[in-house]
């Protein structure tokens, strides 16, 4: 099998399995319990908390352990929002992933904020100058993902965190596809909350994180036992937070010399698809984007008959994001970008790992050739 949908989740890593199994088995306390089970299970927990803070360079206290990415983004934008609002006015894109623009529309129903969507270009970047035209004074939150999950985009995380800073206005990004890719310190970014997942990592699924900087006040979305210095109640994943924190060191370890080599593959494949498959283009931004991340729409075909010829010959991609399988709307990212309804539902998402080789993507692509013909066959 040729597994190319690695944003949709990623492998369990062998040195993760390792790493998290005597917590499963030995270290299995409640972090909360007052005797030497659940002490050595706190102990456990703070020294990965602050592997993870090590990584994004901020304090231990300043990390939130959370059920994943889509816990993370909630609790930014509503804690944010809720915490200590300037005023009721919040500044997203409609390119989100549904976890941000879900809680946007919760916050506009029930709590009467109003929702700015930032205008992008046809490759789905944000123009910095587009925010700095917007903030107002009852600018409340900020929220920008650092990269698509579907297009693979990667937006100027730094400049548009610069702006917000500049009036005052928090800003928040999902990092979920960023991790492991692109640099997460928080401090060099300039952001005040970050949210990524451990499944794409190569972490278990079931596990992500949220930095909230320094004394941010922060409404909880879960309440309970006040675990989490009160930001997050339940029984935390210890087994979850290692598996986190070593597939964050890892990714760490590897991104610098990994990056550069898998964007090498993936713009050979880009190349060898657009090439050899009529009617095949690309979406997202052809520079700015995941080193590992390949989309395309096939005008003529549908996007899941393409996926399943692809099953056929054992290569595994998605249509978009996995959140949305199974859906028949066509993808909210790419109508966003202005693509034509009929056409959004032929996308196809190829996302690679470290396992990815040169062979492999050579017989992708032969493949998509193949899959796009047979399923334009099928349909004439």
Known sequence: MIYLDNAATAPLRRE???????????????????????????????????????????????????????????????GLALGAPRGR??????????????????????????????????????DPADLARVLRPDSTLVSIHYAN?????????RELAAIARAAGVPMHTDAVQAAGWLPLNVAELGVDALSISGHKLGAPQGVGALYLRGRLPVEPVLHGGGQERGKRSGTENVAGAVGLATALDLAEAERVDLAPRLAALRDSFVAAVLESTPGAALTGHPLHRLPGHASFTFAGTGGEAVLLELERFDIVCSSGSACAAGSDEPSHVLTALGVPADLAQTAVRFTLSAGTSAADLAEAATRVREAVAAVRGLAT
């Open 16 to 78: 993760v399995a390792e790493a998290i199994w005597p917590i499963l088995t030995q270290g299995f306390g409640n972090p909360s319990s007052h005797h030497r089970v659940g002490e050595a299970a706190a102990a456990t927990l703070k020294t990965a908390r602050g592997r993870i803070a090590r990584v994004l360079g901020c304090r231990p206290g300043e990390i939130t352990i959370t059920s994943g990415g889509t816990e993370a983004d909630n609790l930014a934008l509503k």
């Open 89 to 126: 006015h919040i500044i997203t894109t409609a390119l989100e992933h549904e976890a941000v623009l879900d809680s946007c529309d919760y916050l506009r129903r029930l709590h009467d904020f109003e929702i700015t969507l930032l205008p992008t270009d046809a490759t789905g970047r944000v």
């Open 149 to 157: 999950n579907e297009i693979g985009t990667v937006q100027p995380i």
